[in-house]
T-cell receptor, first 114, second 113 residues
């Protein structure tokens, strides 16, 4: 079985400050990890993924995430938050080599305050 | 432009009725998926299909049905057996052997009236 936990339902940060959205996972096997963003009443947009290699992955809109195998974490980060980053963020996992689709966390609402 | 199109954007259903949500993709993806989104619960997998004329149940398949007669299309029927169908439904597609991430449509919001 595979699962994803996003321990914070809500994260508030001031514009210009760094932001972190937390994600931990559980899988049997090597994980593929993903971050998606969702704006109100819209579908999910892909931000970035970790497959293998460098533990720090960079994605769209200045976001990055760090894979930590020992802590089974994949936290999303951005050095300087923008008000337009305010949205719902989802972490997801899939086992490498598995045909089964992604398992998602429950989501974290990020609010960037001006 | 390539993408995934879901229709309609909003759908209202009377209790006891079946309704069908459309999902079409022109990305030439092999696999297609249906998710249900409820507030605070993330996305839950309803059905997925890895190839034409084949599909598998996800975690919450009861009260739903699908078909995959064409590679581009994966319609979802919400039957009267689904006890609480009001939700936001998302369709996705991918070719896992090429790119493991999935791409999503814009969603259909279904409300039972």
């Amino acid at each position: 079985a595979q699962s994803v936990a996003q321990p914070e339902d809500q994260v508030n940060v001031a514009e210009g400050n760094p932001l972190t959205v937390k994600c931990t996972y559980s899988v049997s096997g090597n994980p593929y990890l993903f971050w998606y963003v969702q704006y109100p009443n819209r579908g999910l947009q892909f931000l970035l993924k970790y497959i293998t290699g460098d533990n720090l992955v960079k994605g769209s809109y200045g976001f990055e995430a760090e894979f930590n195998k020992s802590q089974t974490s994949f936290h999303l980060k951005k050095p300087s938050a923008l008000v337009s980053d305010s949205a719902l963020y989802f972490c997801a996992v899939r086992v490498s080599g598995s045909a089964r689709q992604l398992t998602f966390g429950s989501g974290t609402q990020l609010t960037v305050l001006p | 432009d390539g993408g995934i199109t879901q229709s309609p954007k909003y759908l209202f259903r009377k209790e006891g009725q079946n309704v069908t949500l459309s999902c079409e993709q022109n990305l030439n993806h092999d696999a297609m998926y249906w998710y249900r989104q409820d507030p605070g619960q993330g996305l839950r997998l309803i059905y997925y299909s890895q190839i034409v004329n084949d599909f598998q149940k996800g975690d919450i398949a009861e009260g739903y049905s699908v078909s995959r007669e064409k590679k581009e299309s994966f319609p979802l029927t919400v039957t009267s057996a689904q006890k609480n169908p009001t939700a936001f439904y998302l369709c996705a597609s991918s070719t896992p052997s090429v790119r493991p991430e999935a791409f999503f449509g814009q969603g259909t919001r279904l409300t039972v009236v």
